[in-house]
């Protein structure tokens, strides 16, 4: 089961090779990620920022499966993100993915998640 937490962010203490199935995060931050038992999942999104203009530069998403001090293990490529190589420093979060909300959308049978009519601003 896909497990959330909100507001979560670190950046990578040890470089990542496209082939790594395990990501070094500050164990404080891992310790975070609580709940992991079997089958259950975090989506993270590891990211490039260019520093000059804050854009994003590129992504992936990952399926962080197990916690284990600051090693967190991980499913790479997930939604067609392309496993790619990581530097230390590089940043990751917990991010709402276009995936998770397909789920939720066909959770409730393709149907609107209210059926509150939203109010008229002003």
Known sequence: ???????????????????????????????????????????LTLFEVDSLTGEELRREIVRATAVSGGNITVARDQEGSGAQVWDAGQLIEARLTKETMETLRDAAGGAPLSDTTPAALG
Do not use: C, H, R
């Open 1 to 43: 089961m896909q497990l959330f937490i909100n507001n979560w962010s670190t950046s990578l203490t040890a470089a990542a090779t496209a082939d790594a199935v395990s990501l070094s995060v500050p164990s404080v931050e891992a310790a975070k990620l609580i709940g992991l038992g079997s089958g259950d999942y975090y989506l």
